[in-house]
């Protein structure tokens, strides 16, 4: 019973040590950090108005949640539930995007989210350990 209880600590103190040592927090903020930067500089060369940097920055940091999403389910030493990632990112980008594009040219988008939503999920069940 104590061996059960020591072996339940190790694995406990081993996912701690490995969630503090994950690599992809500080590389998920570098990426904000670059977007934001890049989103200004845009702005300030007039290629972007300051009124809009604010959908374009929605829509890349939903894309960089989507792409730490699926970097996550490739890498088994930091797998995590991604779940939340995916569909935070993809409702980011969509609600980006509705500004960006225009509500009325949206709805092919959504067909291809879709798609691309079900080919994820069938690659990850695919990779999944049975």
């Not at 988008?109 to 990779?127: E, M, N, P």
Request: proline share 3%.
């Amino acid at each position: 019973m104590s061996e059960d209880k020591e072996n339940q600590e190790k694995e406990s103190i081993s996912e701690e040590k490995k969630h503090k040592r994950d690599p992809f927090s500080g590389i998920t903020g570098g990426l904000i950090l670059i977007l934001l930067g890049v989103l200004f500089l845009l702005a300030t060369m007039d290629y972007i108005t300051w009124g809009d940097w604010w959908q374009y920055f929605l829509m890349g940091l939903g894309v960089i949640l989507i792409l730490e999403a699926i970097i996550r389910s490739i890498s088994p030493s930091y797998r995590r539930d991604i779940t939340g990632k995916l569909i935070g990112g993809f409702v980011l980008v969509f609600i980006g995007g509705s500004f960006v594009i225009g509500w009325s040219n949206w709805w092919p988008l959504i067909l291809i989210a879709v798609g691309v939503g079900i080919l994820l999920s069938s690659l990850w069940k695919a990779k999944r350990p049975e």
